[in-house]
């Protein structure tokens, strides 16, 4: 179909295939090359893969793995609740105002994840005192410290859920709002309520969506640095709690390239392989619907923009 | 339009008509109050912001915390904001201005020129070039920051603008986003008619094509601006000179001197002012931008 041209613009490509190199394909390289090495004295000796077995008994770096895991299964899991309940509701007809709500839910994710974690370590501090105190109504009266230690991670859930929970329920908004009104007019017809509609139709055929928000989400949160870095300076998060965490203080703690560029390795392989898989489980049956909505998708947009992306933008997974 | 499928067919007025039926005021009510409580909790965090920032040290913890003070400070924070440090904070604005301007501007030119050619013409290396743009998308920026900084030292940026611009020219989910955009906004007999009218390749693409797919370029801009300016872990570990801080670090760098015994005054005020400012252009601005984010997000969903 697309013909091939003779005269190509490599030109325009040039920029891009340079910015590749130069900040993704050499970093990558030059890291691997440095994670065979130890620095001593301020000179690189080699140790071939030594590092990599000294993180094979980092149990602290799997510790810290594990932790980003189980967090993001907790946040994901209240997070997308709370999405596709609120999707839901504001596409029933028990809501007026739907516009504003979209708007007000949506709003967190234009604030940055440093003033969110500024702002909640603020909030969760005791010394403020704030929402705090509906906490004691179930610990007897006893004050609730969320920054404290056996606390903390649960304090990071809640400003995730925060923002991003707007975010995931534009996406399955606007998943929702792609789907053939016909299913609803039959599913009356068959005597369907509301609630019903929404437990039989919508979310079913929401799963594509969730299934790529639930691992998009996991992914992302293997990345967790920004909130509970902050966090660090109120509370006694330590200086490897996350995998990311571990692997900047490595590098700027205790000027540790090597160990450092060794765990950003596994950790970009670890994230690459997690997101292989989820392409493979999830890409199978849509790869030629992806195709055709792409292509919906693209036609909607030259025209009216915004409107028309409301309404079919949602199908692309 | 007319393409496929029989939601296409579906006006807003047949949706109307759908949300037309039996009105159940009591389930209306339940849900309303459930819609209101989520947008409580979405909105106060950003409420208690903006009645903190009008308080002094004293006022924000022996005041109601959602409640404004007898005496607003407003004025007196701000003083103290613009005059802390000879002003810095406003530098930081500037320098916030500067990456994200720059960096939207150029990563979407860059992203437009690279999905264009890789949409519309074969190549050699096209598989290739996908694949790649691919790859780096699933890789997240933050598991490379490491071996970024360690590229941007041994090209001796540390600690300049270009050192936190240049890495965030790499976009590839830019390029994922304008080429699946290019390849169904712009047909393919537009490079042969704007050859038989005589131009290049590059007039076509700069003269044609450009305006063409402008609301892609705008999405991707302002999805691009919006990042960068949010933007902490990479300018973390590039700059350690406080006057090429964006702001992000800069609220941050104070935020840790609270609880560093010997740090001087708190600057309770200072941090919760600047970080209202910080957000307040995208509070103004993003009823309107919001339809373009939002399609661009739906759109590129691919990538979080």
Known sequence: MKRTHRRVPYGLLAPFALVFLLFFAFPFLYSLYLSFFVNSGGTNHFIGLRNYGVAWQDTNFWYALFRVVYYGVVQVAIMLVLALALALLLDSRFVKSKAVFRIVYFLPYAVPGVIAAIMWGFLYSPQLDPILAVFKLFTGGNPVNILANGHVLYGIVNMAIWEWTGYNMTIYFASLTSIPIELYDAAKIDGCNESQVALHIKLPLLRPTIIMTVVLSIIGSLQLFNEPFILSSMTSIPWNYTPNMEIYNMAFAYGNFTYSATLSIILSVITFIASLLFMYATSDERKTKKVRLHRRMAKGQAGNHASEVRAEGGEVV | ?304
């Open chain 2, 1 to 304: 339009m007319s393409v496929t499928g029989p939601s296409f067919s579906t006006t807003s007025l047949q949706r109307k008509h759908h949300a037309r039926g039996l009105k159940n005021s009591a389930k209306t009510l339940l849900t309303m109050a459930l819609v209101i409580v989520m947008a409580a909790y979405f909105l106060l965090p950003l409420y208690w912001l903006l009645v903190s920032m009008t308080k002094n040290t004293t006022q924000l913890f022996n005041t109601p915390m959602l409640a404004f003070p007898s005496h607003l400070n407003l004025g007196a924070n701000l003083r103290w904001l613009s005059s802390y440090q000879g002003g810095i904070f406003w530098r930081w604005v500037l320098n916030s201005v500067i990456y994200a301007v720059i960096t939207s501007c150029g990563a979407t030119l860059i992203s437009a020129m690279a999905g264009y050619v890789i949409a519309m013409y074969n190549f050699r290396f096209k598989r290739q070039m996908s694949f790649a743009v691919l790859g780096a998308l699933m890789v997240p920026s933050a598991a490379m920051v490491i071996p970024v900084f360690l590229m941007i030292k041994s090209l001796g940026l540390i600690n300049t603008y270009a050192g936190v611009i240049l890495p965030m020219l790499f976009n590839p989910f830019g390029v994922y986003f304008m080429m699946v955009y290019i390849h169904e906004a712009m047909p393919m007999e537009l490079i042969d008619s704007g050859r038989i009218d005589g131009a290049n390749d590059y007039g076509i693409f700069f003269r044609i094509g450009m305006p063409l797919i402008r609301p892609g370029l705008v999405t991707l801009l302002l999805i691009t601006f919006v990042s960068t300016w949010n933007n902490f872990f990479l300018p973390l570990v590039l700059l350690n000179n406080s006057n090429l801080y964006p702001l992000t670090l800069g609220l941050d760098i104070w935020t840790a001197n609270l609880n560093t015994a010997g740090a001087g005054q708190p600057l309770y005020p200072l941090i919760l002012i600047g970080a209202f400012l910080s957000i307040l252009p995208m509070l103004i601005l993003f009823p309107l931008l919001r339809n373009y984010i939002v399609s661009g997000i739906a759109m590129g969903s691919v990538k979080s």
